[in-house]
């Protein structure tokens, strides 16, 4: 009998984009590795350039956004900071519709730039609860950098500062997103495959 990572990963090959199985979904290629990369290089310039004088903290959103961040991060030229935090409102490919509390952050973000990093803005709920308890701790600013922006979905509204790709509302996996948990080391962005 075949392991729950092996049954996850049966048609998984590295580096080639097409069809793959995660689980009991399929998935289709959507953005290669090398789009999203040159795509998160752009980002960190603009962010290097906008941060100039600056010594921002970067607040990562685990477990999504470690991948991005830590790509981000690299190409970031100026001065900087990273910590890393946890909140969730998926469970499978929905959204619960509630967020926990943010968990992590123990430097004092008082008369500092935050740079919120997330890897995917849906509903925006969660991102507005993140704002929310960021802003209690009196920062300067508090910007956000999302890799992914599904403005159809969102149900509040969120100003993000730096967007990598907006997409329509379909679920995506790779590239740090996961589907219960498998997924995340795909090293290409996929979108689960309805037809």
Known sequence: MRSAWQAAYVLLKPHIMEKIQVLDKQFRPYIPEAEVKKRVAAMAAQISSDMEGRNPLFVAILNGAFVFAADLF????????ISFVKVSSYMGT???GSVSDLIG???DIAGRTVIVVEDIVDTGLSMKHVL?????KKPAEVRIAALLLKPDKLEVPVNIDYCGFKIPNDFILGYGLDYDGYGRNLRDIYVLDTK
């Open 94 to 96: 929905d959204t619960t």
């Open 74 to 81: 690299r190409d970031i030229s100026v001065p900087a900071e």
């Open 105 to 107: 952050l123990t430097e």
């Open 132 to 136: 929310e308890m960021l802003q209690a």
